[in-house]
Each structure stands twice: as C-alpha cells, then as structure tokens.
C-alpha cells in the first residue's frame, strides 16, 4: 500500500519557486522520526537534498543551501519542501522517506518508507 504520497511538482522558469508536500498514513508518519527529501544524481540513485528534524530543525546538501528549505505540520502529518531561486540542474524526481531513527542520516538506506515522487522542471 502506498503509506507516502507527493505533490506540487511542476514546471517553473529557472527563479522561480515551488512547494512540494508529502502527505504520510498516521502509522507511517511519526514525530518522533526524521523525515527528509531525496532525489537522482548522476553519481547516484538517490542523492540527499534536505531534512526535518523531530524537533523542527532543518538542514539541506550544500548543493541547494540558502534555497531548499524542509518542514514538517505533526498535525496534518505531512512534510513539505520550499524551493525558492530553482535552477534548470534542480530539475529531477524528489521523494520523501523516513528515517528508521529518530535522528537524521544522508545515506538513503537509513530511510524505511519512501513515496513514488513528483516531477520537477525548471526551464531556463
């Protein structure tokens, strides 16, 4: 059964911005766990973009620092992703997973559940 399902991808000019949601089953979304976004890479399946901590911190890959910030709302049991100043190399299929602990790791093998993704386009 899908416990993980995204939305607001899209196709923006490069400078614009999106919001991307992950919206979680309760047994599946837990507070107490970490939650990030992933996406491909040339020199990987599934490079680490950004985090939400249990506690609210945020954290994201030196690649898109200062423009991808993650939250989360326990109450909606959904995480989001903020893209603001998107360029045409952030285009990809992003996923949200959980972690398998309570604190964050960048090594997709850490992370038990995983979404199907939405797509990203960012034209020049």
């Known amino acids: 059964q899908v416990q993980l399902v995204e939305s607001g991808g899209g196709s923006v000019q490069a400078g614009g911005s999106l919001r991307l949601s992950c919206s979680a089953s309760p047994n599946t979304y837990r507070r107490s766990y970490c939650m990030s976004w992933?996406?491909?890479a040339a020199w990987t399946r599934r490079e680490w973009v950004s985090s939400i901590t249990t506690t609210g911190g945020?954290?994201?890959?030196?690649s898109v620092k200062d423009r991808f910030t993650a939250s989360r709302d326990n109450a909606k049991n959904t995480l989001y992703l903020q893209m603001n100043n998107l360029k045409p190399e952030d285009t990809a299929v992003y996923y949200c997973?959980?972690?398998?602990?309570?604190?964050?790791?960048?090594?997709?093998?850490?992370?038990?559940?995983w979404g199907q993704g939405t797509q990203v386009t960012v034209s020049s």
């Open positions: 945020a954290a994201s890959a030196q």
């Open positions: 997973a959980r972690a398998r602990f309570t604190y964050c790791t960048d090594s997709p093998a850490d992370y038990a559940y």
């Open positions: 992933f996406r491909p």
